[in-house]
Structures are given as structure tokens and as C-alpha cells.
């Protein structure tokens, strides 16, 4: 408690660059998988490479693969949202092309049989009734997002891993670990409230 009145202003401003850096990495990497969950649920052939290759992205342990992109992008907020983007592509991409995949056949056959056209069909029919499945993967990946943001304290990104960072490298600092290890639990639960506000 000592620690949260001290620090109430620092605390507020990494609790509010983890939920920006989060928010804005599962945003993108909608912008980005859900266009290729579609374009993917049409080329069967296509969707066993791509899916394939972005589950090898899942293999990568998150700390070396911002390592490369640091390399690449260099230190600070963007570095740590190109991270997110990358690991939470897999849920976004595999639930759209899953869930465009197994709509019922008989609503497509109906749909065209009163002649929509292939684009109606995708918008009005096919995409509605695979929304609750392609929502759990916007879902997972939110929980990813809030995970990896924490590590983005080690390329100068801010948030709460800062604090954790904090408490890791001082004695005694178990109040503070707990302290940031508390705020990203409290991120990942608020922002699944949210979505589910959203979504009703």
C-alpha cells in the first residue's frame, strides 16, 4: 500500500502504456488477420502455408523474437506492438478461416440460390454466423497481447513489466512484483469485460 501511494502517478502511467500498447497491437493484428482468415477460408492450398508459417512464429520465445525486431525497429513502444501483432496473428487468422470454413453449406446454397453474389454472401451470410468464432480468437488474442506487452520493459517500451522489472532487481521487492504481476491480471480481466460489453 506504502508503494501504491508513493507511486500512484508512475503506476498510473504504466498501467495506461500496457493497455494503449495492447489495445493497439490486437487492433492491427485484427486490421491484418482478419483480411487473410478470409482470403485464406477461399485457398485451401494457401491457408496450410500461411497458417503453418505463423505457427512457427509461435515457437519463437517472444524475448528473442523482440530481439530481432529491436534490431530492426530499434527501442520503444512500436517494437513491443510489432511483438504483439506477430504472436497474436495466430488466433485472429486460424478462428476466421475456421470459422468461415465451417458455416453450413446449405445457408451459402440458399443465399445464392436467391442471387447474391459472392461478396453478399461473405458479408451477409457467411461472416455473421461465424462471428462467435472468429470473437474467441480476437479474445485470445487480447490475453496474448496483455502477456507480451509485459516484457516490453526490456526495450524501453514502458509498462507494467516495468515495475515488475523493478521489483526484480532491488531487495525485498516482493510487494512490487505483486504489485505489477496484480495490474496485468486486472488488464487481462477488464479488457475480457469489455469485449464481452461489446459484444452484447
Known amino acids: 500500500m506504502n508503494y501504491l501511494s508513493e507511486n500512484s502517478s508512475y503506476i498510473i502511467s ?6 494503449y500498447i495492447s489495445i493497439v497491437g490486437v487492433v492491427l493484428t485484427f486490421l491484418i ?29 517472444s524475448i528473442g523474437m523482440m530481439t530481432i525486431l529491436l ?14 501483432v506477430l504472436y497474436s496473428l495466430l488466433p485472429i487468422v486460424a478462428n476466421t478461416y475456421t470459422g468461415l470454413n465451417n458455416v453450413d453449406p446449405v445457408y ?8 447474391m453474389s459472392r461478396f453478399q454472401v461473405l458479408y451477409m451470410v457467411k461472416i455473421p454466423l461465424a462471428m462467435p ?21 526490456f526495450v524501453g517500451a514502458g509498462g507494467l513489466g516495468d ?12 510487494p512490487i512484483i505483486f504489485v ?6 486486472l488488464i487481462a480481466v477488464l479488457m475480457e469485460w469489455l469485449f464481452d460489453w461489446l459484444i452484447k
Open 14 to 19: 504504466q498501467f495506461s502504456i500496457h493497455l
Open 180 to 185: 505489477g504481476a496484480f495490474l496485468c491480471a
Open 71 to 84: 534490431i530492426l525497429m530499434g527501442l520503444g513502444k512500436n517494437t513491443v506492438i510489432a511483438t504483439v
Open 133 to 153: 468464432v472468429i470473437l474467441a480468437g480476437v479474445r485470445n488474442a487480447l490475453v496474448i497481447s496483455v502477456g507480451i506487452t509485459t516484457i516490453g520493459s
Open 163 to 174: 515495475i515488475i522489472l523493478r521489483g526484480i532487481n532491488i531487495t525485498n521487492g516482493e
Open 33 to 61: 488477420g482478419f483480411p487473410v482468415g478470409i482470403f485464406l477460408s477461399d485457398n485451401k492450398k494457401a491457408a496450410t502455408i500461411v497458417i503453418g508459417l505463423i505457427n512457427i512464429i509461435q515457437t519463437i520465445p
Open 108 to 115: 451459402v446454397d440458399s443465399a445464392r440460390g436467391v442471387g
